[in-house]
């Protein structure tokens, strides 16, 4: 069955660090790949997303990450974090054939992350 | 912006209630779906529906039920309820017509059944 892994449960930095939260997934075909957030107390929201050309994509609040096929992965990344990114990540994985013709999200469990001002 | 509405963002319910959760979106999409939301375990997908009237199962549909008679809202509901559905529940909807369309979710009822 298709899984997403999310590596880290918890991760605490402090201000300024830069930031990596790993994501892979298992399917061998075509995935649209996502990464949504959750800050305390606020509805899921989109950060980014990919589907095709260039691996690296660039989403909202400076965050990024980058496609890789051959290690089916998709990390997230940020050069320098904030408090306000204080929040929980989730990666998502749409494969074509779960859930029906049109496909369903399959989630990770999410990493929770914690900056320190 | 798409909007999507839940009912309620606290419940408190007792066990073997019929409790009833209401989802609504104002943006026309064709698709809806819940999910329960439980620490350390993510997302995971209760029930969707593609079109008014039609539903169909997730990973964990069991000990609950959904109606979609209008195309803008779709409910869950909890035939019987149980401690262990103590949980966050989140309602999404994306329009159809391509995988590529990202989900918007309501802001969670955050349900505990005594």
């Known amino acids: 069955a298709q899984s997403v892994s999310q590596h880290n449960h918890h991760v605490i930095l402090s201000e300024a660090a830069s930031l990596e939260l790993g994501c892979n997934y298992s399917y061998g075909g075509t995935v649209n790949l996502f990464w949504y957030v959750q800050y305390p107390g606020q509805h899921l929201q989109l950060l980014l997303k990919?589907?095709?050309?260039?691996?690296l994509v660039k989403g909202i609040k400076g965050f990024e990450a980058e496609f890789i096929k051959s290690k089916f992965s998709f990390n997230l990344r940020k050069p320098s974090v904030q408090w306000s990114d204080t929040a929980e990540y989730f990666c998502a994985v749409n494969v074509k054939n779960y859930g029906g013709s049109q496909g369903n999200l399959i989630f990770g469990k999410g990493t929770k992350l914690s900056v320190k001002p | 912006d798409v909007k999507v509405t839940q009912s309620s963002r606290y419940l408190v319910k007792r066990t073997g209630e019929k409790v009833f959760l209401e989802c609504v979106q104002d943006?026309?999409?064709?698709?809806m779906f819940w999910y329960r939301q439980d620490p350390g375990l993510g997302l995971r997908l209760i029930y969707f529906s593609y079109d008014v009237k039609m539903k169909e199962k997730g990973d964990i549909p069991e000990g609950y039920s959904v109606s979609r008679e209008k195309k803008e809202r779709f409910s869950l509901i909890l035939e019987s309820a149980s401690t262990n559905q103590t949980s966050m529940y989140l309602c999404?909807?994306?329009?159809?017509?391509?995988?590529?369309?990202?989900?918007?979710f309501g802001d969670g009822t955050r349900l505990s059944i005594l």
């Open positions: 999404a909807s994306r329009p159809s017509g391509s995988t590529r369309r990202s989900q918007h």
């Open positions: 943006m026309d999409h064709e698709n």
């Open positions: 990919y589907f095709s050309g260039d691996p």
